[in-house]
């Protein structure tokens, strides 16, 4: 079975400050790795993806997310936050070669402080 | 925006009743999936169709069914809500294949449903 463990459920932050949002798996075999942002009252927009190769993804947004497959970890992160990057945010995994079934986090909000 | 929408916005049911949901796809999109969002919740898979079949399920019992339509349309259906089944409901489609859903996938802005 997977999961995915959002650490924090509310990060609070100022404006140009940079952000990191912990996201922890746990699989019995190889996943394919998400984040997605979903701001009020719209549904979820993918911000990025890990399928292979290098282990440091970049985003839409200035998001960047790096893989570590030893601490099964796919922490989000952005060296300047603005306003506008308060929203939910979900990790989520798929296994590899079972293709269908998103397992997402309980989500992190972020907020912007100005 | 995504090209999905979902409708209607908002749905007051109540126990006992039924309900369908719509969503309507990117042109081209042939997968999509449904998923249910409690409240301070992540999504939840239900479930995915590919080209007008089932194409796996989640952890949700047979009164949750859906159908795929040719023209990239498509609908939940929930036979004897519960109050447990109030919720924001969301659909996805891309354009993954069978078995394959790393294509990014594209979400709708949500139903949200009240069960009183």
């Known amino acids: 079975a997977q999961s995915v463990t959002q650490l924090d459920s509310q990060v609070p932050v100022f404006e140009e400050a940079p952000v990191e949002l912990r996201c922890n798996y746990s699989?019995?075999?190889?996943?394919?790795l998400f984040w997605y942002v979903q701001y009020p009252n719209q549904g979820l927009q993918l911000l990025l993806k890990?399928?292979?190769?290098?282990?440091l993804v970049k985003g839409i947004n200035g998001f960047e997310a790096e893989f570590n497959k030893s601490q099964t970890s796919f922490h989000l992160r952005k060296p300047s936050v603005h306003i506008s990057d308060t929203a939910e945010y979900f990790c989520?995994?798929?296994?590899?070669?079972?293709?269908?079934?998103?397992?997402f986090g309980t989500g992190t909000s972020l907020t912007v402080i100005p | 925006e995504t090209g999905v929408t979902q409708s209607p916005t908002h749905l007051i049911k109540t126990r006992g009743q039924q309900v369908t949901l719509r969503c309507s796809s990117q042109?081209?999109?042939?997968?999509v999936s449904w998923y249910q969002q409690a409240l301070g919740q992540g999504p939840q898979f239900i479930f995915q169709?590919?080209?007008?079949?089932?194409?796996g399920r989640g952890n949700f019992p047979p009164r949750f069914s859906g159908l795929q339509f040719p023209n990239y349309s498509s609908e939940l259906n929930v036979n004897a809500l519960e109050l447990d089944d109030s919720a924001l409901y969301l659909c996805?489609?891309?354009?993954?294949?069978?078995?394959?859903?790393?294509?990014?996938?594209?979400f709708g802005p949500g139903t949200r449903l009240t069960v009183l």
């Open positions: 996805a489609s891309s354009t993954g294949t069978s078995g394959v859903t790393t294509d990014t996938q594209y």
């Open positions: 699989s019995s075999v190889s996943v394919y």
């Open positions: 890990y399928l292979s190769g290098s282990t």
């Open positions: 989520a995994v798929i296994r590899q070669g079972a293709g269908n079934q998103f397992y």
């Open positions: 042109s081209g999109h042939n997968t």
């Open positions: 169709y590919y080209r007008e079949e089932e194409n």
